[in-house]
């Protein structure tokens, strides 16, 4: 849902490594960034603000990988596990021994690598 | 010729928003405020909490209140008739304060400690989270109407939660919200939160919660 701040600072974090090149022309072809399943990032939606603010931009064109740090539950009593898909709604009960989960999920959203052109 | 290259660069992607944080908090700390930043729905009660604490909290000490809203100055205009420091700041659409909008409203509020400073975010269970803005505490409020799924919903804010508080408590009867379920719900993302029951309307809980806060300014 703040995809237009959350694309501002990608690009912003993606130049600024590019930058450290020192060259002129550098080109962004590629931006891999890693977010948490609780990161709020909807990777449609980041595109297209990303293709937006991008233009005109040295990172104009570039493609956007999105790896997502999966979600778990966890039940208190068993340890049983079980994936956690974050547009779920959390299940409170484990499904195997009727215990309480716990969510193990982080919301950590940062740039992994970016590939340049120059 | 073109050359490829893939520049490793683990770096967070809000790191200019975390490091403004960071500033705000030693800003806070300096001017001897706790602050709270207040993250709840539209209309589970913000500004009528707000207005609860002003009145328990202010023989204590200093207290002020930025209100975030996407647009309009009612809320504000509201806790400045009752004679409290608030300023305000309109996102123009933006979901979600972050910590330089803080910073820039601290420095027009012009108050200092020791009290309390309460950041009212944009009413919201999504964005607010994400951003951190420098507070002590994150206070998340849900409401009887809106029912008792909603930390299963929204975890995200109910785990960052530092307090949860449950409003119009006095509406129970009129709505199916299963107490126990709520909880089980905030326990299956947030272990440790407090979760207080209130009423903004008849006052009940507003003590706790105010006893709540004056330990959490001790502590620091």
């Not at chain 2, 023989?59 to 809320?75: F, Q």
């Not at chain 2, 209130?198 to 502590?219: E, F, N, P, Y």
Request: charged share 20%; hydrophobic share 45%; with cysteine.
């Amino acid at each position: 849902m703040h995809e237009a701040a959350i694309a501002q600072a990608i690009l912003d974090t993606a130049r600024s490594a590019a930058g450290k090149e020192g060259k002129k022309n550098v080109k962004i072809t590629r931006i891999v960034i890693v977010a948490g399943a609780l990161a709020g990032i909807e990777q449609p939606s980041l595109e297209m603000y990303l293709t937006e603010l991008s233009r005109g931009t040295p990172a104009e064109g570039a493609v956007l990988e999105v790896k997502t740090t999966p979600a778990r539950l966890v039940c208190r009593d068993c340890g049983h596990a079980m994936p956690f898909d974050s547009g779920r709604t959390v299940d409170v009960q484990c499904d195997k021994c009727g215990g309480a989960n716990r969510l193990e999920a982080d919301d950590s959203c940062y740039l992994e690598s970016i590939e340049v052109e120059s | 010729m073109t050359k490829k290259k893939t520049i490793t660069a683990r770096r967070s992607i809000l790191s200019a928003n975390d490091r403004q944080a960071a500033a705000n908090t030693r800003l806070f700390k300096k001017l001897g405020l706790t602050t709270i930043n207040v993250m709840a729905s539209p209309g589970a009660g913000k500004t009528s909490l707000l207005v609860r604490l002003l009145q328990a909290l202010s023989p204590h000490g200093s207290v002020g209140v930025i209100e975030g809203d996407v647009a309009s100055s009612i809320d504000t205009e509201f806790i400045a008739g009752l004679g409290y420091p608030v300023t305000q700041i309109n996102t123009d659409g933006g979901c979600h304060l972050n910590a330089v909008d803080i910073s820039a409203a601290l420095g027009e509020l012009k108050i200092s400690g020791p009290g309390f400073l309460f950041i009212e975010n944009i009413g919201n269970l999504i964005c607010p989270a994400a951003f951190d803005l420098g507070e002590q505490a994150r206070l998340v409020i849900a409401s009887v109407p809106e029912g008792d799924d909603k930390p299963r919903k929204y975890p995200g804010i109910f785990m960052k939660a530092d307090v949860v508080v449950v409003n119009k408590i006095d509406t129970l009867a009129a709505f199916d919200f299963d107490r126990a379920a709520f909880t089980a719900g905030v326990r299956a993302v947030n272990p440790a939160a407090p979760i207080l029951e209130v009423s903004c309307r008849t006052g009940l809980g507003i003590d706790a919660l105010a006893d709540w806060l004056l330990a959490l300014q001790k502590a620091r």
